[in-house]
């Protein structure tokens, strides 16, 4: 069984246990209704956010909700589920998430779905800055395979050329660029554009380690980035991110608590369905 499908048994489980909802949900493909347990119904996609992250929709009333957000498997609830009840936690709580993250420092802002350039337009999971001036891009995959492409179509190849192609050019080997390359890994190159912008941000790649396939493309694709700008960027596990958060002993204690949840949601291996 792979990855993706260990996930959505999980998840299913995970669905009738701790929230009580044994109606499937639907999706839609090419025109066909399936419904899958490890969605939920989508009356009921608020569900998706665990207690302490609902609060982020009403603090951040312009995020909008991913069409599949009211599937389990969202990266989007991942991503508001883990940075906002952290980084609205105070400073301890902040600063906690950070360590797990393998960063130091103390929180100055935080945006949820940034969008760091309105001309590029493009959203960041999460982007944060800390009391250095230290701006750090964060994407957040759980049970994608890939990351995102996009069609070799006359406004992808005039977006390549007029807005990513000059300042990425330095930083890729040349292949990169190649409009198959580069159309082929667009959502990371697109990242790694926007951490272009200072030569003090950061990128992390949040994905979980069980996800081999994910995590196999992302070494394809940072093995074509230069050494200098390839020290810029790292991966990191989430599950390695749960470990850090429930032994931090400098975190808050209802913040230990809090992290049990995400380990009994996000990670398969707490629920006995794999070693």
């Not at 493909?29 to 009356?43: A, M, N, T, V």
């Not at 990266?75 to 906690?96: H, V």
């Not at 070799?152 to 198959?180: C, F, G, I, M, W």
Request: aromatic share 10%; charged share 25%; hydrophobic share 40%.
């Amino acid at each position: 069984m792979s990855y993706q499908e260990t996930l959505k048994k999980h998840l299913a489980e995970y669905k009738l246990r701790d929230l009580g909802i044994s109606e499937s949900g639907v999706f839609l493909y090419q025109g066909e209704e399936r419904k899958l347990p490890h969605i939920l119904p989508f009356g009921d996609r608020s569900h998706n956010l665990l207690k302490e992250a609902a609060p982020a929709l009403e603090k951040y009333p312009r995020i909008k909700l991913h069409r599949y957000f009211h599937h389990l498997n969202s990266s989007q609830a991942l991503a508001l589920n883990l940075f906002f009840p952290y980084f609205e936690g105070g400073p301890e709580s902040a600063a906690a998430l950070l360590r797990a993250l393998g960063r130091e420092g103390v929180l100055a802002s935080w945006e949820p779905e940034a969008i760091p350039d309105l001309v590029e337009a493009s959203n960041i999971d999460a982007l944060w800055t800390t009391a250095d001036g230290t701006k750090t891009f964060c994407e957040v995959k759980l049970s994608e395979i890939g990351f995102g492409k996009a069609m070799n179509d006359e406004r992808h190849r005039k977006k390549l050329d007029e807005v990513y192609r000059e300042k990425l050019a330095p930083h890729l080997t040349p292949d990169q660029l190649e409009r198959s390359s580069f159309f082929n890994g667009y959502q990371f190159y697109r990242n790694v554009w926007h951490m272009l912008a200072d030569e003090r941000s950061r990128l992390i790649f949040l994905l979980p380690r069980a996800n081999s396939d994910l995590w196999n493309h992302l070494g394809q694709l940072l093995s074509g980035v230069v050494l200098p700008t390839r020290n810029r960027i790292d991966q990191v596990a989430i599950e390695d991110v749960i470990a850090r958060l429930l032994t931090d002993e400098q975190c808050p204690l209802p913040m230990r608590q809090y992290a049990k949840k995400l380990e009994r949601k996000y990670l398969i291996a707490a629920s006995g369905l794999i070693e």
